[in-house]
Nanobody
């Protein structure tokens, strides 16, 4: 079973930057979507950024111009560069991939989540 391993969360002051990484393990045949969601306390999990078929990227309106999502398909890794962070960005960030492992059907995969806290 493929797994997603996240890294890069932490505490940062408003206006600061963080970079999240998420690498997939396992024998992967195809990757269709890679991206990030986040969930703040007491709220639902919302889309942050999603790259589909390596071509189109969708961002939540609240992060446009501040966050950049990118991938390294050779390493099966997705990144989230977060700049000009605000307290409202505080949440647990989850990486997400839709992919097909060798010998299996296409499925959705989630990382374990990494805490991002923006506070002075």
């Amino acid at each position: 079973q493929a797994q997603l391993l996240e890294s890069g969360g932490g505490l940062v002051q408003p206006g600061g930057s963080l970079r999240l990484s998420c690498a997939a393990s396992g024998v992967i045949r195809n990757i269709y979507r890679m991206g990030w969601y986040r969930q703040a306390p007491g709220k639902q999990r919302d889309l942050v950024a999603l790259i589909t078929n390596g071509v189109s990227t969708n961002y939540a309106d609240s992060v446009k111009g501040r966050f950049t999502c990118s991938t390294d398909n050779a390493k099966i890794t997705v990144y989230l560069e977060m700049n000009r962070l605000k307290p409202d960005d505080t949440a647990v960030y989850y990486c997400y991939m839709t992919m097909r492992e060798v010998g299996k059907s296409t499925s959705d995969y989630w990382g374990q989540g990494t805490q991002v806290t923006v506070s002075s």
